[in-house]
């Protein structure tokens, strides 16, 4: 089930381009990108949707830079501010201890499922309010979950194998709610999806940890460990991913 399930990072962009500016444009509403992002405690900032939302100057909305992330500023920090190439404003639907589907993996903790996040956009950003005036050209959807999925299930009996496709099934489900929100056509024309692989993207810095700067493998909580506690990586590793993403989608009018 981990190679099934570890590397669902998933970006799809509406009406992809390959014509990008070469600087940063000016910071208003009518010239911001806005990505929307779901997953887990790897992609959490703690965001509220009651809260103050992201705009010009508060790209994130709240809580404020870094966020409410545990280990500094994440993967989503840095590519929303450190590696853009244009205003982002990014709507952070991610969630703590997110499983796929709750009713398939009981999370550790309350929490929103992949489900209850996108019923959160579909209920608020997804009808492009004044707060969010965003288009299809400039739509940037991200997904990454399986951590919880794999850990709160590993141990479970029965066919592990079937029961990963049964969440990959769920998975998708809700990734094609996205694809029929309001940014898309019925046909998903205008779509292009990129597949980070994390699982991949870990490995090769854990294989050969002191190359990227680490300590080691296995240490954590201390400056210059890979992990900053034993399930979460560490700001530092975060960057990296980070810049993995932004080299993926490079030369679109995100970065």
Known sequence: ????????????????TTSAPTKRVADSLGWAKYWFAFGDSYT????????????????FGNPAYPGATGVGANW????????????????????AGAT???????????????????????????????SAPWTSF???????????????????????????????????AQVERLQRA????????GVRQFVWDSNSAFNVVLDNPTKYGFVDATSYG?????????FHPSSNAHNIWAQDVAALLNNTIWF
């Open 1 to 16: 089930m981990f190679s099934k399930l570890s590397g669902l990072v998933a970006l799809a962009c509406a009406a992809f």
């Open 182 to 189: 309001q940014a898309f056509a019925s046909s998903h024309w």
């Open 222 to 230: 201390q400056t210059g460990d890979f992990w900053a506690n034993d």
């Open 138 to 172: 400039g739509a940037l959807f991200s997904v990454w979950f399986g951590i919880n999925d794999i850990n709160n299930s590993y141990e479970e009996g029965g066919d592990r194998e079937t029961f990963s496709d049964v969440l990959l099934d769920e998975y998708f």
């Open 44 to 59: 959490s900032r703690g965001f509220n949707v009651s809260g103050t939302l992201p705009a010009p100057g508060n790209p």
């Open 76 to 95: 989503l920090d840095f590519d929303t501010t450190v590696y853009n190439r244009t205003l982002i404003l990014t709507y952070d639907y991610a969630a």
């Open 100 to 130: 796929i589907n709750t009713t398939l993996v009981a999370p550790t903790l309350a929490t929103r499922d992949f489900i209850q996040q996108v019923d959160e956009f579909e209920a608020g950003a997804a009808q492009r309010p004044t």
